[in-house]
């Protein structure tokens, strides 16, 4: 089987494969050639002087005096390393570049070590000017410590009791001896202690050594007619992974310098080449490969039209056609390329055209664009039914806690609202009280641990990825709001069971609040408009009838004692718990909206991460930020 059959069998197989379509490419005019390159590379030796700081410790090495003279003498041998009086660096680089100049033409920059030589000099210590001693920090250089049984005034206060009468004195300090002041235990009342910079020695050491480096250029260059037009283009683009193709290397002399290297080298080498008119639907286009091991450089998009076929669909209004496309390999890999921003071969080999790629990226994100259109339709109607729904809800739990416990509703102006909490907070920062009764420096030990606390909260349960800003938003929010919501509980709750239980008036105030959730099913739960004003009515109905019974009852039962005036005092129940929710109305506001804002978003966002889920394509969740 010639090679012109083998890479047509292999064309339409993995075209096949890729697509999930037939690829109906017929090769012709075989070409093959072998065109010479000529390349050179070459090395810099590179020397220079590195110096190193050793503190009190005089390391091994030429000493040389000062270090001023240690780095002059250094600098001085370096010259003669760069002049090739001595050549010791150029013949440690030539052993290892070793005698075969083609296997080491993939060696990068190299360090060639330190030379032998390493030149030793001091200077006087800064922090002690050459004394070795510096300033004790216990007592600043006093040789004494102010006496901590007396604070330095050098007596104490004594309480004795004496014929039945207690007797306030002061005594001499027995710890200092009545001076106020004990001797330093750290330098032993000299005032000076050891130099920690120099180790007491007075002096400095620096040691100088020369290093020398293999920095590499190259270049190549075409001086022969037979070569294909890709051929350059070729070179420029794999580089120096080129060596890995070639074939018959052999070194030749170098001619011109190459950018001042110090050793250049040369050779000249054959890359095999092979190049196919590849036609389908009747369209020409070339196909070449490069190297022995016929690597693909450029494929001529040859599995445009399978790929088009497929991926034109995608974003037509056609779940079923998008899940197909999504689920070729071809057009999955080249998705996936562009949102890892990842190099494929289908690509980068040009087995697939540009012009292809950006049309299927266009399609996908329009895809992308629709389902995004579709995970928010209707939230806006939804979120504000949730607000007054949520807004009801909080309303008849206020007024029902009132009504069980109307002192501590009446109470409520006098304690800590959520509009205090930057003032508390900031109470807590300037340390101007202690929290549980610790030292007040702790107040930023609760907070820091607080804050990371809900930090790494957010980012492991949080429904969905969200940005770095929106995290630290969070954080900062719950760090404000857990405090506030955890001490009025705490507080709240103790004085709750202080107060008496009114449950005759929670009854009452219930069935004023609950007794309106009958007109609000009634218009919920049929489906036509008609029925829902019937519903509506029949709701007001069951209200009233509900309400009656309750009249009629409570001239047995004495609910409320004032039977007569029934209807007014039954209102009244509801005056504490409407006073309540005004007294926390911003409280009311913030929990009615948070909780809105934030489930109606759940809701919706998990309604759309199943309906993404369904195309079965991890990367059009990565796309839609539901990953998570």
């Avoid at 032998?116 to 004394?131: F, H, L």
């Avoid at 218009?523 to 209200?543: D, E, V």
Wanted: aromatic residues 12%; hydrophobic residues 40%.
């Amino acid at each position: 089987m010639s090679k012109l059959v083998q890479f047509q069998d292999f064309i339409r197989s993995n075209g096949k494969d890729l697509t999930g379509v037939d690829v109906p490419v017929v090769l012709s005019n075989e070409e093959a050639k072998l065109p010479e390159l000529n390349f050179t590379f070459g090395w810099t030796i590179e020397i220079g002087v590195s110096e190193h700081e050793h503190g009190g410790y005089c390391p091994a090495g030429i000493k040389s005096g000062s270090a001023s003279n240690a780095c002059d003498c250094a600098n001085d041998k370096a010259k003669e390393y760069v002049s090739g009086q001595n050549s010791l660096f150029n013949d440690r680089f030539i052993k290892i570049l070793g005698p075969d100049i083609a296997e080491n033409f993939l060696i990068k920059d190299r360090g060639l070590k330190s030379a032998p030589e390493t030149y030793v000099g001091s200077k006087v210590c800064y922090n002690c000017g050459g004394s070795g001693k510096q300033s004790c920090g216990s007592c600043h250089g006093r040789g004494s410590t102010s006496c901590s049984s007396c604070s330095g005034s050098g007596r104490n206060h004594v309480t004795r009791y004496e014929n039945n009468r207690t007797v306030h004195t002061t005594e001499s300090c027995s710890s200092c001896g009545g001076s106020g002041r004990n001797t330093c235990y750290n330098c032993g009342g000299s005032g000076k202690v050891t130099c920690c910079t120099c180790d007491g020695g007075g002096y400095l050491y620096f040691s100088y050594s020369i290093d020398g480096e293999a920095k590499r250029s190259t270049r190549w260059e075409y001086n022969t007619s037979d070569y294909h037009e890709w051929t350059s283009d070729y070179v420029k683009k794999t580089g120096l992974k080129l060596v890995h193709n070639l074939d018959d290397i052999t070194e030749v002399d170098v001619k011109g310098a190459l950018g001042g290297c110090t050793f250049i080298y040369a050779f000249k080498a054959n890359l095999t080449t092979l190049q196919f008119t590849a036609n389908i639907d009747k369209v020409d286009t070339t196909m070449c490969f490069a190297g022995n091991k016929n690597s693909t450089h450029n494929a001529g998009g040859v599995y445009d039209p399978a790929v088009w076929s497929v991926a034109q669909k995608l974003a037509g209004g056609s779940k079923s056609d998008d899940k197909v496309a999504l689920a070729t390999p071809a057009i999955k890999d080249i998705v996936e390329s562009n949102e890892t921003k990842t190099t494929i071969a289908l690509l980068d080999e040009n087995w697939v055209s540009s012009d292809i790629k950006d049309a299927v990226i266009s399609n996908y994100q329009t895809l992308v664009a629709q389902l995004k259109k579709q995970s928010v339709k209707g939230i806006g109607p939804k979120m504000i039914g949730s607000l007054f729904k949520f807004a009801f809800l909080f309303l008849t739990l206020g007024i029902l806690f009132a009504a069980m416990y109307p002192t501590f509703a009446q109470e409520t102006a006098y304690r800590m609202s959520v509009t205090q909490i930057p003032e508390w907070m900031l109470a807590v920062l300037t340390m101007k009280f202690g929290l549980f009764g610790l030292p007040e420096w702790c107040n930023y030990l609760f907070v820091i641990g607080l804050f990371w606390l809900c930090f790494q909260g957010i980012k492991k349960w949080y429904w969905k990825n969200i940005g770095p800003g929106k995290v630290w938003l969070l954080a900062l929010s719950l760090t404000l709001l857990i405090p506030h919501i955890c001490f009025s509980l705490y507080y709240n709750g103790i004085t709750v069971v202080q107060h008496t239980l009114e449950v005759a008036n929670a009854l009452m105030a219930a069935s004023i609040m609950v007794g309106l959730y009958f007109m609000v099913i009634g218009t919920k739960l049929p489906n036509k408009w008609y029925t829902k004003i019937l519903g509506f009515i029949a709701g007001i109905g069951a209200y009233c009838g509900f309400h009656y019974g309750l009249y009629l009852l409570n001239a047995r039962v004495g609910f409320i004692e004032n039977h007569g005036r029934y209807p007014s005092e039954l209102l009244e129940t509801l005056q504490p718990g409407m006073q309540f929710m005004a007294e926390n109305l911003v409280e009311w506001v913030m929990l009615t909206v948070i909780l809105a804002y934030f489930l109606t978003r759940r809701q919706f966002w998990l309604k759309a991460k199943t309906a993404v889920a369904d195309y079965d394509s991890p990367v059009l969740l990565k796309s839609m930020n539901m990953e998570k």
